[in-house]
């Protein structure tokens, strides 16, 4: 079992920036491919970001390139997400997600273990 935990959100006026951290106890963080999801209200959960077990490889959606950057600290067990300009349509829950095997890393379905979430609002 992986326990994920979010932190970071809050409340940020449209150019602003956030970052978000997702951590873990588990020792075997290093091995887990990691991913940044959201859900704006009455919306379906999204992929937003994903970073390979290493770190060397990452992948965003279209909508956030050049604005989010995804990383990882496998010696601390964290993973980060560096929101940059951020827009009121950012708005949502931001999940992070773990998955040993990843095959699709955009799709929600992929991924094993979720947190609890951290919410992200965007003043216009």
């Known amino acids: 079992q992986v326990q994920l935990v979010e932190s970071g959100g809050g409340l940020v006026q449209a150019g602003g920036s956030l970052r978000l951290s997702c951590a873990t106890s588990r020792r075997t963080f290093s091995s887990y491919n990691m991913g940044w999801f959201r859900q704006a209200p009455g919306k379906e959960r999204e992929f937003v970001a994903a970073?390979?077990?290493?770190?060397?490889?990452?992948f965003y959606a279209d909508s956030v390139k050049g604005r989010f950057t995804i990383s990882r600290d496998n010696a601390k067990n964290l993973m980060y997400l560096q929101m940059n300009s951020l827009k009121p349509e950012d708005t949502a829950v931001y999940y992070c997600?773990?998955?040993?095997?990843?095959?699709?890393?955009?799709?929600?379905?992929?991924?094993?273990?979720w947190g609890q979430g951290t919410q992200v609002t965007v003043s216009s």
């Open positions: 970073i390979r077990w290493s770190g060397g490889i990452a």
């Open positions: 997600a773990a998955t040993y095997l990843l095959s699709d890393y955009a799709k929600s379905m992929s991924y094993n273990y």
